[in-house]
């Protein structure tokens, strides 16, 4: 006994499409997400055990630099958005100049944090197996120690996620560049602009938790 | 001349296109899913190689020819392999590869070439977990619990590489098959006409999408606190080794649920299709597998009991445990309610469902002994929990693979199987697996702990009855195994739906053709409208 | 990836009205940071403002406010999820009888 079904000439072929791969990335957003969970439930505990030890250890952090970082990176998520609307909007030139700006500011973010930031830490010996982080540890600052060692993973992971997306929104621009994009097809576009706000977002937490501390 | 098209036509399967390269960088994904499917298998016998040669040691007190190092590295390796690339993925991206696409009335997945690259994502971090036994096989448990782990070098971050590669490729696949059932569901395929199978298939890739990157990031914090010595899990730096079991733990816990849910869609599937019954209280069941799925994130806590939580924090984890046989409970009785009065045939299929039935039972009961605090005390890291988790993950979720198995090899191959030696490997299936595990229950009552290489004389004639299970599982495997590989290239034609099946894998030809449907159906009727006799 | 329906299309003046909100937002946690109100407080604030922050750019830099419901419903799982990998290593430890030293 077959199931009854009626065949249908034209019975309409469902593909993911841009919605499904709006989904699709989001859902992959999701897994972000819980990957900078575990590490941020890390610092929520050892920031509620070590609260003094965090506060101290946090002033060695430069807070302009995190600051001008914040402001790169909330610019480059106006960037990208601004580039999705060109696609959308069939203005081809303005796509590749904000693609061009985003990766440029996104480059600009890594370049300070890789050429301003860490490399003081590492002269001050401020980084896991460093001199004056095993200093801290001897004389029982092992909340001071924590504070550095959640601070490299955490902008250590960010950083990484940072590079990806600039080299994503490379491949895109190589893309645009060739007239691959227009307002009827802008979907890896949005979907790595999707992407892009993410590493934003994770930073919007990552400034005050490291750098604001009372 | 039309006729003859047409039988053209009617032959045209997806194992028609020959070589290897047709199969390595395929896009179709009932040939994803049986590339799974066989990868998966052999890790199978590998992973149950290494449980026999332990048995044997085990089967006496004192050393028979096993050293305890190698005791603790094999059933390391057993857990790592066994859990990772052998159970997680077997049912969804075998089976689930297979037919979910099918079920919906679509034609692929929603992303092909993800689905193509989580193979060989799967592939590749399978291999880092061999290539890791190079550096020295680890000894730690599947459970990598610190500070024994963090400190051991570069095996431990070679697997942790492994295991991570292996969670994204777990990933990929969740993600591929939720935008599926959301996007290409076939008209009239609404949610409600849904076969449980993918329903089981959607909670478990939500599950698999959000539980596993805790995995990863834990690995990677394992992994560097190997190489680059961070601190977080050991006290000498500040850090708490119980936090590393919190993370390790908050995604190993849901892992078992990606380890069942797919098990209990096979069981709704085999259990109304083999008594010709509707399946009885369908959203419950639907409604069960998200309930499942939902609270297995809340309470990981559970295998930390004696760990180091606050009593607080303990109770909390226990509470939460309990709900859990809610929703699992649902299941059972209403499979049992699909059973009564059905019109059961005692087929492979069926046996293994009733097989999965008791076995669950009686490892879901278990888990209420380890759920309640006071007694997981006494219980916790004792042949107790081993018998609990083996009678749920091999007693269940083994059972309803093969069950699920020998149920669509028709449908995937056109062939047909030899029910009676089917069903003598499921008699030495169902034997030897309660020889083996029933005495973990009383061996870990009378205190026997678990990952021992040695015991006292008087729990010797227990491990001796339980070896002479693990052998018995063996041949029950082997013999399985041997029918399965038969009856793909000798087995007799099957006609295209020889056990009367309503959903839509049924409709199309045995062995389906590369586009599954010459037309997208209109779905009109739910999966278990069985006609009345 | 053709697109199926006319998609709602976000023009530049909210996009940049968002950047400019996110820039004073910013200035404004970092001004909050330097008032001592007591270490939960500013927690407090400094969480809830970065929350702000955050739903500014997920609602309109990633068109959440244009989506459909299904997002919006699939977008709170991984969010209860995170709540809860965060609270209860926290109660866990908090409530450990005299956890370790500071």
Do not use: C
């Not at chain 1, 959640?150 to 080299?167: K, S």
């Not at chain 2, 036994?133 to 619990?145: E, N, Q, S």
């Amino acid at each position: 006994m077959e199931q009854v079904l009626e065949k249908h000439h034209d019975v309409e072929e469902k593909h993911a499409g841009l919605e499904g791969a709006k989904m699709g990335m989001w859902l992959f957003l999701f897994t972000e997400l819980l990957l900078f969970g575990g590490l941020f439930a890390a610092y929520a505990v050892f920031h509620t055990i070590y609260a003094k030890d965090f506060e101290i250890a946090h002033h060695h952090l430069n807070r302009t630099i995190g600051f001008i970082n914040t402001l790169i990176l909330i610019t480059s998520s106006l960037t990208m958005a601004l580039s999705v609307w060109s696609a959308q909007t069939n203005r081809k030139g303005l796509l590749n100049l904000f693609l061009l700006l985003t990766i440029l500011l996104g480059t600009a973010f890594l370049v300070i944090k890789l050429a301003f930031e860490w490399p003081v830490k590492f002269a001050e010996g401020l980084y896991p197996g460093g001199k004056e982080f095993n200093h801290l540890l001897q004389e029982g600052h092992r909340g001071q120690a924590l504070f550095f060692s959640l601070y490299f993973m955490l902008t250590g992971l960010h950083g990484l996620h940072v590079l990806v997306g600039v080299l994503v929104l490379l491949g895109i621009l190589f893309m645009a560049l060739r007239n691959t994009f227009s307002s009827e097809y802008y979907g890896p576009v949005e979907v790595s602009g999707l992407y892009w706000h993410l590493v934003d977002l994770i930073w919007i937490y990552l400034f005050p938790l490291f750098y604001l501390i009372k | 001349m039309e006729a003859k098209l047409q039988e053209i036509e009617r032959k045209r399967t997806y194992l028609d296109e020959k070589g290897i390269r047709s199969w390595l960088f395929t896009l179709d994904h009932k040939r994803i899913g049986l590339m799974y499917l066989f990868t998966s298998l052999i890790f199978f016998l590998v992973g149950g190689l290494f449980a026999i040669i332990f048995r044997t040691e085990l089967a006496f007190p004192g050393k028979q020819f096993l050293s305890p190092e190698a005791h603790n590295i094999l059933f390391t390796l057993h857990g790592a392999m066994l859990i990772f690339l052998v159970i997680i993925p077997l049912i969804p991206s075998a089976l689930g590869n297979f037919f979910l696409p099918i079920m919906i009335g679509a034609r692929d997945v929603a992303f092909p070439r993800i689905n193509l690259l989580s193979y060989w994502v799967f592939f590749t971090g399978a291999l880092l977990l061999l290539f890791s036994l190079l550096f020295g096989p680890i000894d730690t448990g599947w459970t990598f619990y610190t500070p024994y782990s963090a400190n051991k070098g570069l095996n431990v971050f070679i697997v942790s590489l492994a295991v991570f590669t292996l969670g994204m490729s777990s990933i990929l696949t969740g993600m591929n098959f939720i935008v599926t059932v959301h996007k290409l569901r076939a008209p009239g395929m609404t949610w409600g006409k849904l076969p449980l199978f993918v329903w089981a298939l959607y909670a478990t890739s939500l599950v698999q999408l959000l539980a596993t990157p805790v995995l990863g990031i834990t690995l990677l914090l394992l992994g560097m606190e190997n190489l680059l010595g961070i601190g977080f899990f050991d006290p000498a730096k500040g850090g708490d080794p119980v936090l590393f079991q919190h993370l390790f733990w908050f995604y190993s816990h849901p892992a078992v649920y990606i380890m069942i849910l797919p098990a209990f869609g096979v069981i709704s599937e085999l259990v109304s299709v083999h008594s010709r019954k509707p399946i009885f209280g369908y959203w419950f069941i639907a409604a069960s597998s998200l309930a499942i799925a939902f609270i297995g994130f809340i309470v990981w806590g559970h295998h930390m009991f004696v760990a180091g939580m606050s009593p607080i924090a303990d109770i909390i984890f226990s509470f939460l445990t309990y709900l859990v046989a809610i929703p699992t409970a649902v299941k059972i009785f209403n499979w049992t309610a699909t059973l009564y009065k059905g019109k059961i045939s005692f087929t492979t299929p069926m046996l293994y469902a009733l097989g999965f039935i008791s076995l669950f039972l009686i490892g879901g009961l278990t888990g209420l002994f380890l759920a309640s605090l006071g007694t997981d005390i006494h219980l916790h890291d004792t042949y107790f929990v081993v018998g609990h988790f083996h009678y749920v993950m091999v007693g269940a979720a083994v059972f309803a693979f093969f069950g699920g198995l020998f149920h669509w090899i028709p449908k995937m191959f056109g062939r047909m199987y030899n029910e009676r030696w089917a069903k003598i490997g499921w008699f030495f299936n169902f034997l030897g697996f309660n020889l083996t595990f029933f005495p973990h229950f009383i061996l870990g009552i009378q205190g026997m702990p678990r990952r021992y290489w040695d015991y006292p004389a008087e729990f010797q004639s227990l491990h001796f009855v339980s070896t002479v299970g693990a052998y018995l599982i063996a041949l029950g495997a082997l013999i399985s195994l041997a029918v399965f590989i038969h009856a793909i290239f000798k087995g007799e034609k099957a006609e295209d739906n020889p056990w009367g099946g309503k959903s839509l894998e049924w409709t199309i030809p045995s062995p389906p053709p590369t586009e599954n449907f010459e037309k997208i159906p209109v779905v009109k009727e739910g999966p278990y409208d069985f006609v009345k006799h | 990836m053709k697109t199926e329906h006319k998609e709602h299309i976000v023009k530049p003046p909210v996009y940049i009205a968002v950047a400019v909100a996110l820039y004073i937002l910013t200035l404004i946690t970092v001004w909050a940071a330097g008032i001592d109100l007591g270490k939960i407080l500013n927690t407090i604030i400094a969480l809830s403002i970065a929350s702000f922050k955050a739903s500014l750019v997920a609602l309109f830099f990633m068109h959440l406010k244009y989506e459909s419901k299904l997002l919006w419903f699939m977008i709170l799982i991984p969010l209860i999820l995170l709540l809860i990998l965060l609270a209860l290593p926290i109660l866990d430890v908090i409530t450990r009888a005299g956890y370790f030293g500071m």
